[in-house]
């Protein structure tokens, strides 16, 4: 299952009504002003490479696999219909106003495959990308491109020993398989995001299962090989797991994602990397809220980062929006009220320019009172 998918599918299965609001929020989100799909479907990636250029991707919520996209020019979400007909995207990335880098998975056989499509700020081309040998499902869940000819993937792979995490390299053609090896005694692992500061510094970041319970994973590229990094686990977490990451600097990187303690109760988790060494940050429970988690994190400077997500109203057991700072020393939650027609809602990614501009994506499930019923992609604006 996508990790992408993990997350939205807790929309659908809980209901209720009102909205939550987190108390002493430093920054407050809201959502924006845009015409719905009139399809089930969500978004799940977002980037912007400046205040009037932006790009959201995602893919119908049921049916047949399809993907969605949108471009933001400053005023208005415009809908891009993407290159492929039975491919979803779940991330994207933008270099520049006119190149941008999106994947996922193409589902047109019996044994999904990876997939990549180039935006030229216009239209979307798909770009070939590598199956590995074997593989019965292939996933393309992160992309970070430093240049215009240099981008890096990573996701997973299913075969009949289990699930691998994959690294793809794209060097302005296509994409080609790296190999990266989890660490000894892994039995199931994956990546879920990366990010790169330059051609020769990435991070890449997931889970895996071992004789220990669910581990973060962490490999770093140094611009010749990945290696392993050890990750900080929260004391007393049962199951840990990275799903977003970003690197604003050579010596700095930030991700973010969800622990259980030793009750099953789930919490967000975030994590810096200082050039040595990761160490845990202190994310608060949203007041009134439960399993809360973070899914995506954009940073606009070393000291500025925003990061997304979900958490459940222990009241009325509706799920939220989460919204979290970095300010360079600690994360504050950040207001980002559901909307009453609305009786649940999540983000999943953000993509940020500056301290006052990011949009954040992901899915809405309405009521029909305003004549629209089930899920829709969500767009905020913020911080």
């Not at 977002?46 to 959201?56: D, G, P, Q, R």
């Not at 219909?81 to 047109?108: H, I, K, Q, R, W």
């Not at 030229?120 to 770009?127: A, D, H, I």
């Not at 990546?191 to 299962?209: E, H, P």
Request: with cysteine.
């Amino acid at each position: 299952m996508s990790n992408v998918r993990r997350f939205s599918l807790a929309v659908a299965t809980a209901l209720a009504a009102c909205a939550a609001i987190v108390p002493g929020a430093q920054a407050t989100w809201s959502s924006a002003s845009w015409t719905l799909p009139t399809t089930s479907s969500q978004l799940a990636g977002a980037s912007c490479a400046s205040t009037t250029f932006c790009v959201l991707t995602g893919y119908q919520s049921g049916g047949t696999p399809r993907g969605l996209s949108y471009k933001y020019n400053g005023t208005t979400y415009s809908s891009v219909v993407p290159a492929a007909t039975t491919a979803e995207l779940y991330n994207v990335t933008c270099t520049s106003t006119t190149f941008c880098m999106g994947v996922g998975t193409d589902y047109a056989t019996s044994t999904p495959a990876p997939h990549a499509e180039s935006f030229n700020g216009t239209s979307w081309t798909t770009v070939t990308s590598a199956t590995p040998t074997g593989a019965t499902f292939t996933e393309l869940a992160g992309i970070a491109c430093p240049s215009t000819t240099s981008c890096f993937a990573a996701g997973r792979f299913q075969k009949a020993s289990g699930t691998t995490p994959l690294v793809e390299t794209y060097s302005g053609t296509s994409f080609s398989q790296t190999t990266v090896t989890p660490p000894t005694g892994t039995t199931n692992s994956q990546l879920n995001a990366i990010a790169c500061s330059a051609t020769t510094a990435c991070t890449a970041v997931g889970g895996y299962d071992s004789a220990s319970p669910r581990t973060p994973l962490i490999f770093r590229y140094n611009g010749t090989t990945w290696a392993t990094q050890t990750a900080a686990v929260p004391a007393g977490s049962t199951y840990t797991e990275l799903t977003g990451v970003a690197c604003p600097s050579a010596t700095v990187c930030h991700a973010v994602g969800y622990y259980l303690d030793s009750l099953s109760a789930e919490h967000a988790l975030a994590e810096t990397w200082n050039g040595t060494a990761w160490s845990t940050r202190a994310v608060a429970d949203p007041s009134g809220g439960q399993d809360a988690s973070l899914t995506g994190i954009s940073c606009y400077s070393t000291t500025g980062c925003e990061a997304v997500g979900s958490y459940t109203n222990s009241t009325n057991l509706n799920v939220e929006k989460l919204a979290a700072g970095w300010n360079g020393t600690a994360w504050s939650l950040q207001s980002d009220a559901r909307p009453m027609s609305v009786t649940d809602a999540q983000l999943i990614g953000v993509g940020c320019v500056s301290s006052s501009f990011c949009r954040a994506v992901g899915v809405s499930n309405y009521d029909g009172t305003t004549g629209v019923t089930g899920l829709r992609p969500a767009i905020d604006v913020g911080p």
